[in-house]
């Protein structure tokens, strides 16, 4: 019988990478990790799926859920898919947060870094599964105005250790926009709100056009125009949008929470965020700050980091008031970005520090011996995997970029000795005592 052979090929939308990819991607969230709790958050993971109507609880997602159900199928199966991934990781945190209630301290403060799943067509950027990482504070009843300002803080740390290269967090707050419309006497905000998110893509004069079809007279339009226009540094976008000549009570909360985030900042290097009250963020749960991030060396992007405030996480699952704010990273998105454009340090293709040679079969206790003292003080350490002549071991280390090989006595009495694979170097050692060179 003819062997059936299956030629692999890659699933779109569902990335893959060799071990040296993985292993900066891997060095990327053990960065993100290190400075998500050196603010104090704690790490939880939620289960890859939820039930659907706990999705479903978050609005109109169906073309966004991927439905899980067994290929096989018996008699106890009743046709309904009950559980399916999740696509996001506010859904979940919201549901963990009323089923942990009584036994989380609050405010509390999560981070989470996990796959997430969209049924959406894979382009650049956009992929069917890819993970997110994620903080959010979650409060009963009040969230501080203080972790709107220490969640910006936190993403610029991370974004500047992962040397992406110049970037620009824009900050606002949707109670600006919100109460300007009422101030104006507009009874729905919404078309204003979704005008102005567009600004950036189709222009002034689009978004303009777009104001006017919503019924803003020209002067009102130029104002919401001026108004979006509004960019500072700090706090100082306050006087510009009241030269507006317009006055709301929601307007005012809204000045007042922003410049209290943007005067939080000062001791973030100036440059990397701004006030910028054209953003409003698409999202209609967001009820105060937003944050968006672009790359300032390609703006069409997109944002690499957003975000935002919202009144009630779990609302839809416990009879508890839980506003909060969060932020997320794109992180596969923002790590392929960089992998298409040769921006990543792509080393070696293996996490091994030393690998021990084996001087013959009959030595390989010694060597494994040896291998163990070594890992014993915190080494990566490979015993090489066959009887073999040391110049094909050697060349195995140069094909892995493993830095260093340990040569242990080929013969009784001779001294352990490490070879430098970088510089040539090799040098008399001994592995209970060696340091590994910076």
């Known amino acids: 019988m003819t062997k059936q052979i299956y030629k692999p090929r890659p699933i ?48 109109e997602v169906d073309k966004e859920i991927y439905v899980i159900e067994r290929l096989h199928k018996d008699e106890n199966d009743n046709g309904e898919s009950r559980l399916a991934l999740h696509f996001d ?12 209630f009584n036994e989380l301290d609050f405010p509390f403060k999560r981070y989470q870094m996990q796959k997430v799943w969209r049924g959406e067509r894979p382009q650049a950027g956009r992929f069917r599964e890819f993970y997110q990482c994620d903080i959010d504070v979650i409060g009963v009843d009040n969230v501080p105005i203080h972790f709107d300002s220490e969640l910006a803080a936190i993403m610029v740390d991370i974004l500047r250790g992962l040397n992406i290269g110049p970037f620009q967090m824009q900050i606002s ?19 204003i ?13 689009e978004t303009k056009k777009l104001l006017i079809e919503a019924g803003l007279s020209n002067d009102n339009a130029d104002i919401i125009l001026k108004f979006a226009a ?8 306050v006087e510009q949008v009241l030269e507006l000549g317009v006055s709301h009570e929601m307007l005012a909360q809204g000045l007042a929470e922003l410049a209290s985030v943007m005067d939080q900042l000062k001791h973030v290097e100036t440059g990397f965020v701004i006030a910028d009250l054209s953003i409003v963020r698409g999202l209609d749960y967001y009820t105060g700050t937003v944050y968006e991030t672009k790359l300032l060396e390609n703006i069409s992007f997109g ?34 970005y960089m992998r298409l454009n040769n921006r990543l340090d792509i080393g070696a293709k293996c996490p091994t ?6 001087p013959s079969e009959d030595n390989r206790t010694e060597a494994a011996a040896t291998a163990r003292t070594l890992r014993e003080r915190g080494l990566n350490v490979e015993l090489y995997h066959a009887d073999q002549k040391v110049k094909k071991q050697l060349a195995y280390a140069e094909k892995k970029k493993i830095p260093f090989v340990w040569f242990p006595p080929f013969e009784e009495g001779q001294p352990h000795e490490v070879k430098n694979m970088t510089t040539g170097d090799q040098t008399t050692a001994d592995p209970a005592t060696w340091e590994k060179p910076e």
Request: aromatic share 8%; charged share 25%.
């Open 89 to 100: 990781q506010t859904v979940p945190l919201a549901r963990y947060v009323a089923q942990h």
């Open 303 to 336: 944002s690499i980091c957003s975000g935002g405030r919202y009144d009630d996480l779990a609302g839809s699952y416990i009879n508890k008031h839980l506003p909060g704010v969060g932020i997320s990273i794109g992180l596969s998105r923002l790590f392929e």
């Open 353 to 358: 520090d030393i690998l021990v040679c084996l």
């Open 173 to 191: 707050n949707r109670k600006i926009l919100m109460g300007l419309c009422a101030g104006m006497g507009i009874a729905d905000p919404a078309p």
């Open 12 to 59: 779109t939308g569902f990335p893959e990478w060799l071990p040296e990819v993985r292993l900066v991607e891997q060095s990327w969230m053990d960065h993100i990790r290190r400075v998500f709790e050196s603010y104090g958050f704690c790490s939880i993971e939620t289960p890859s799926v939820e039930e659907i109507d706990v999705l479903r609880a978050k609005g």
């Open 230 to 237: 509004i960019k500072t540094p700090d706090s100082s976008f």
């Open 193 to 205: 709100t979704r005008a102005v998110d567009k600004l950036e893509k189709i222009g002034k004069d």
